[in-house]
């Protein structure tokens, strides 16, 4: 998950989490993760395939954030990112989440890919993330329910 996480985001921006801050994540209750391999098959790593991207979310009784979501850019425009997002989904509505929220740099291109999956802008936080470049930048909440 690292390698994909490094390759993933830019730099520019520090949105990448570091290995400690990964690991510590996922020992945290409710938090649960999915991986997506080079073949497009959601589910355990295997040794035969190259992992290609994942996601990181955290449940809080019927609400869950979504803390990273990431494909390696060699892989991108191939659906794998849309699949990780439909797992996720069915995932969630599995636990009887009622509704998801992530938060992001409020100029991240990624946010079609959201508004494509529903999500709609719930809050605004002004000059929340600083970058790696030192510039602070807003940052956006997004929510989307889950049926």
Known sequence: MMDVMLAA????YGEAWNEQQLTSSMIVP?????IIDSAGVVGPPSPSVRTAGFYLVRQVIDEEELLLIA?????RRN??????M????ASAAERGTRRVFLEMRADNEAGYFYENFGFETVGLRKSY???ADGNMRDAKTLSVPIS
């Open 30 to 34: 409710g938090t649960r993760f999915a």
């Open 79 to 84: 659906g794998l990112a849309s699949q990780l």
């Open 129 to 131: 993330y600083r970058g």
């Open 9 to 12: 985001f830019d730099p520019k």
């Open 86 to 89: 439909r797992h996720l989904f």
């Open 71 to 75: 494909v390696n850019p060699e892989y």
